[in-house]
């Protein structure tokens, strides 16, 4: 996999996980949890999206 690829399958990832998240917060029984992890998935992929992207600028 390229890292273009890899760049674009991230991003992918990180549409999903912030339309899921919206999804569980507008729940009226959201579980903070589930909160919480979606939005630490969610910026794990936004760090290596950073990195990646850091990385092909050089």
Excluded: C, G
């Excluded at 273009?4 to 999903?16: D, G, M, N, P, Y």
């Excluded at 999804?23 to 992890?37: F, G, K, M, N």
Aim: charged residues 35%.
């Amino acid at each position: 996999m390229t890292v273009q690829a890899h760049i674009a399958s991230l991003e992918k990832k990180h549409v999903a996980l912030e339309e899921e998240l919206q999804s569980v917060l507008a729940s009226p029984s959201s579980d903070d949890r589930q909160i919480a992890e979606l939005k630490r998935r969610k910026l794990r992929l936004k760090d290596e999206l950073q990195r990646l992207k850091a990385s092909t600028r050089h």
